[in-house]
């Protein structure tokens, strides 16, 4: 898989497709205990020549939980992806280029920032906004 429309493509075939966009498909991930969370996948070029794919999810609005503490428990526990600032949510992220992109390297991420998304979400809110 190394082009956009092959990414878009297994997405489709493989996850709940909730929006879909040219430049970004929205997912919903169900986990086993009736939880979900909402993925954005889009399509970012880097420096006007490299095509990369990020995977970003919400977790909380920043204006109702303890960032330093969330920061903290990012940097303990989190393998993949970062905490950034979207408008006013805290957001897991990562990116990837697409260039020899091969699936497994999609969906272990994708798995990782989402698994982590929602228990940051569960942990820091007790809710499932997102």
Same mark, same amino acid.
């Given at each position: 898989m190394?082009t956009?429309?092959?990414l878009?493509?297994y997405?489709?075939?493989s996850?709940?497709?909730?929006?879909?966009?040219?430049d970004?498909?929205?997912?919903?991930?169900s986990?086993?205990?009736?939880?979900? %969370?909402?993925?954005?996948?889009?399509?970012e070029l880097l420096?006007r020549?490299?095509?990369?794919?990020q995977?970003a @999810?919400?977790?909380?609005?920043?204006?109702?939980?303890?960032?330093?503490?969330?920061l =903290?428990?990012?940097?303990d @526990?989190?393998?993949?992806g970062g905490?950034?600032?979207?408008?006013?949510?805290?957001?897991?992220?990562?990116?990837?280029?697409?260039?020899?992109l091969?699936i497994?390297?999609?969906?272990?991420?994708?798995?990782?920032? @989402?698994?982590?998304?929602e228990?940051?979400?569960? %942990?820091? =809110?007790g809710?499932?906004?997102?």
């Open positions: 190394a956009w429309g092959d878009v493509a997405v489709r075939e996850y709940d497709v909730i929006r879909d966009e040219p970004e498909i929205r997912v919903r991930i986990f086993d205990d009736r939880r979900a %969370q909402v993925v954005v996948i889009a399509r420096d020549k490299e095509e990369w794919v995977i @999810t919400p977790f909380a609005r920043a204006d109702e939980v303890d960032l330093h503490a969330v =903290t428990e990012i940097g @526990t989190i393998v993949v905490a950034v600032l979207m408008g006013e949510h805290l957001v897991l992220r990562h990116s990837l280029p697409l260039v020899n091969d497994n390297e999609f969906i272990d991420p994708l798995e990782l920032v @989402t698994g982590s998304a228990l940051l979400e569960e %942990q820091f =809110t809710r499932d906004d997102y």
